[in-house]
Structure formats: C-alpha cells, structure tokens
C-alpha cells in the first residue's frame, strides 16, 4: 500500500540520550476500535494522544515499532516560522490566507508547549529566541520587509542590523530577524511520553504490523495488515510520514527530497550567545541549534532526489560541507562531527502540509509534506484531525485541505 523508504541513516544524536520504552504487542485476530491510527511517529503520537484525550478508542500500529522512522531524524527547531517566508508566500496563496497560515503555526507552537507542561512529559524543552539570517533567498532589504509584513500580521518580529546581530550572537551577517517563543527539545522524549499517555488511556499499540489496505464504506472503515488480520474502525489516520499512501491519496505537489545533518561534541562554554536557534534566508538553506548539554546540532545542503542509496553514499561529504560552513558562521565552535545522519522529508513549494481527510473517503484522513517544520505540523494535525472526528469545524482546516 504505502511506497516504502528508508527514511534515515548513520546515527542520529538523540540516540546518546535514553528515552522510555514503548511496548507494542503483537496482532493475532480481528480487532475494532474508535479510530485505527497507522504510524506510531511523532505525528501517530499527537493525534493519539489528542483523540484519547477526547475520549476516543485507538489502535495503533507501524510496520517498524515506535519511534523507529523519521522521528530520530529531526534536528527539532521547532519554530512558528514557516519554511516560505510570509512576504513571500503572499504571493502563492493570497495576503489573508498566508497570515492565517502563519498565525495558525504561531498557535500551534504555544499550544504544544502548553500540552507538554500539562502533561509533565520530561523532555528537555526549552523556550528559544531564533534568528533568521540574510541570505540568497531574502538580503538584508527584504528581511526588514519580511519583518515589518509578520508585523502586520500580528506576528512579533525585531530586525537586527549586522552591528545589533554581531552584538547580540556574534554572527557576521548584513541583516538578521529575531523571533520569540520558539522551542528546543528531544524528540524521541517527547513522542515516547505521548505514546505512554496514550497508553495509560487504554490505546492499544501493535508492530512490527504493516497495513496493507484501507477500504472505507459509509459507516466504517477496514484496515487489513500483512499477517491476515483486520482492525474495523469508525475512522483510519495515515500518519505514515513521507511514505506515501499511493493508492489512496491525491495527485498533489508534494514530493520527497534528502537531507543530512551533524551534532558536535558538547562545549557548553563555545556556544553563542542567547543559544538562538538559527537558520538563514538560502536556498538550501543552514539550520543549528544546541542542546541542553552544549552539543551543536546543525543540518542543510538539502537536495531534490529520493535515492535512498545516493543520499547514504552523501553522508560523509555533506557531514563536511555541514561542518565547515557551521565553522564559517561560528569560529569559536569545534564542528568536528561526532553523529552524522542522513534523512528523507517531504516538501511542497508553499511550505504547507497537507492535512485532512482524503476527498471522496471522509472517514480518512492523512497528514503528509511537513518540510522543515516537522513538530509544530504534527501538532497542528493532531488539532484538526481531532476536531474533524469530533464532528467540529477547525476554521482553518480549508488551508492545509488536500482540496485547496
């Protein structure tokens, strides 16, 4: 059913922090449940714990185990910033929809902070400053018409000219945005504590199970898996991240591209100041962050290719171009790579994801094409998914739609 990837290789640096177990059992016989959930990624986990927080039943299952596809991968900068700036995304889908967009992400950052306090998940969280860096995408000029356009919107943002930014960081560059409110965290922590909520409200996890249909009539909807069993559910959610459901979703303008990333030894006393999660206005653009024990965390030189072979064959070159441009912005810092990784993730070119249920299957739903904002997506599915089932209305469900 699903076209399958290998979604990551080499040795993410959440692996040198240990994160709860999360048992799964097998699938012997026929089960039946308020919503089957296929998936048990960060994704799987937030709509889990969104819809048995309402009181809904869940079966979930992945044909790997938990946490065991691209949720190691991230490099979790979970910002509110989209990947298309809002000047520019204006232009894709119209001035009133793209602040929308912009302030829903906004939301959807203070809400998943919200929840993890609220649910007392350990997971190293920590509110972050970021900055925006002028680049080939956006120069110093238009990131002052970038700022002043997330103003407008209702969105805070301060531009720092090159002598404010050095001060403040230390980075040499013509122009920089600063942002508030954003978040650094571990995310295996974060999704293997969402998974053990879910399970202490009776959620039922099983895998390795692979789906190999889903077949939805008026009133239900059948998943069958590879081992003969079947799970019947009043709803099915593909959270299978960037492996795509083929037979069942739409032609859209998603498509999967590769990236790489490092993390460094920790230096707590190398670091900038402020520890800002940055990123720059490029195209392929450098992102870094640090972790609560002093590892620099830094990822980029994205490319637009899905061989999975290829991108492997990449590691050890792009893990240098990485360490090398992370020297050039931070001289004081040893980029010395001690993880290096390779991943696959999902795009499309106004830097929404596609969230909703699928058209002509209403008892289906799907999130796919997160792009660099993985986390805060998942949990804006996890809102819109949830409200869907619930027989509400999100307001802004219409601009992620896979009908939009």
């Known amino acids: 059913m699903t076209r399958k990837l290998d979604l990551r290789t080499g040795r993410p640096v959440w692996y040198a922090y240990r994160a709860p177990s999360v048992p799964a059992g097998k699938l012997t016989r026929d089960i039946k449940t308020d919503v089957a ?6 994704s799987g986990a937030m709509i889990a714990e969104a819809l048995t927080d309402a009181g809904q039943s869940v079966v979930c299952i992945d044909r790997r185990g938990p946490l065991l596809g691209s949720t190691a991968a991230t490099t979790a900068l979970v910002q509110f910033e989209i990947d298309q700036p809002l000047s520019k995304l204006v232009h894709h889908i119209g001035r009133e929809r793209a602040k929308r967009a912009w302030r829903r992400s906004r939301l959807a950052v203070m809400n998943l902070k919200a929840r993890i306090d609220e649910l007392g998940i350990r997971c190293n969280m920590e509110s972050r400053t970021s900055l925006y860096l002028a680049g080939d995408v956006l120069d110093a000029e238009a990131l002052r018409d ?46 293997a504590g969402l998974w053990r909520k879910v399970l202490e409200r009776k959620g039922r996890f099983h895998a390795p199970v692979e789906a190999v249909s889903v ?47 490092i993390a460094t030894r920790a230096q707590k006393q190398a670091l900038w100041p402020g520890r800002h999660l940055i990123w720059e206005a490029s195209d392929p653009y450098l992102y ?38 992370l020297k050039r912005l931070l001289p004081g810092l040893d980029t010395k790579p001690a993880f290096a990784w390779a991943g696959s993730f999902g795009t499309t070119p106004t830097g929404l994801p596609y969230v909703g249920t699928i058209p002509g299957h209403p008892r289906i739903h799907a999130a796919m094409g997160y792009g660099g904002n993985g986390i805060t997506y998942s949990r804006i599915a996890a809102e819109i998914v949830a409200a869907t089932i619930a027989g509400r209305k999100d307001t802004d469900a219409e601009l992620f739609a896979f009908q939009r």
């Open 288 to 325: 870094l962050r640090a972790t609560v024990d002093g590892r620099v965390i830094c990822g980029g030189e994205d490319e637009n290719f899905t061989d999975e072979a290829r991108r492997d064959a990449l590691i050890a070159e792009k893990s240098d171009r990485i360490s090398k441009k």
């Open 37 to 42: 959930i296929i998936g048990m990624g960060i």
């Open 215 to 261: 077949k939805a009539s008026r009133d239900e909807v059948v998943v069958t898996t590879a081992g003969g069993p079947t799970i019947t559910a009043s709803h099915a959610v593909l959270a299978t991240g960037y492996e795509l459901v083929a037979d069942l979703l739409p032609t859209t303008d998603h498509k999967i591209i590769s990236t790489w990333a």
């Open 146 to 191: 970038e700022a002043e356009a997330r103003r407008l919107a209702g969105i805070h943002a301060t531009y720092l000219t090159m002598p404010e930014l050095h001060e403040r960081s230390g980075i040499r560059r013509k122009g920089a945005i600063l942002s508030h409110d954003n978040l650094a965290l571990d995310p295996r922590k974060l999704t």
